[in-house]
């Protein structure tokens, strides 16, 4: 009459401790976690801060005549560079000062007009 109680206790339960057996080592409990971190610097952490040491370089390269995007979007000509801000001349006789960090990205290759 109890025997489905019985069969699910037995299988809620699991197999019954045997004297012998040992227990799982905690080390390899670990290694599911290790994996995850491994994963997440090599397709998030690296890319990014390879990303950053980039950006560093291009923003060290700025020179006079060179053409630049600020992250708000105004596109200009550099007129002078400072240690941590830049001149930028965004149209005729309109100069703005910039952060250096501010560049989003350098069209050194355009033609200095003069």
């Known amino acids: 009459m109890f025997s489905f109680l019985v069969d699910t206790a037995h299988a809620m339960g699991g197999a019954p401790a045997q004297a012998g057996a040992e227990a799982p080592n905690p080390i390899m409990q670990f290694i599911p976690l290790i994996l995850?971190?491994?994963?997440?610097?090599?397709m998030l952490i690296r890319p990014q801060q390879k990303?950053?040491?980039?950006?560093?370089?291009?923003?060290?390269?700025?020179?006079?005549?060179?053409?630049v995007?600020?992250?708000?979007?105004?596109?200009?000509?550099v007129t002078e560079v400072k240690d941590d801000e830049i001149s930028v001349?965004?149209?005729?006789?309109?100069?703005?000062?910039?952060r250096r960090d501010a560049i989003a990205s350098i069209n050194s290759n355009s033609p200095v007009k003069e």
Do not use: C, N, P
């Open 36 to 42: 995850i971190f491994v994963i997440f610097y090599f």
């Open 89 to 98: 001349e965004i149209a005729k006789d309109v100069k703005i000062r910039v």
């Open 69 to 77: 995007v600020t992250s708000g979007g105004l596109i200009g000509r």
């Open 51 to 67: 990303r950053m040491k980039e950006h560093k370089a291009m923003l060290d390269s700025v020179k006079r005549g060179d053409e």
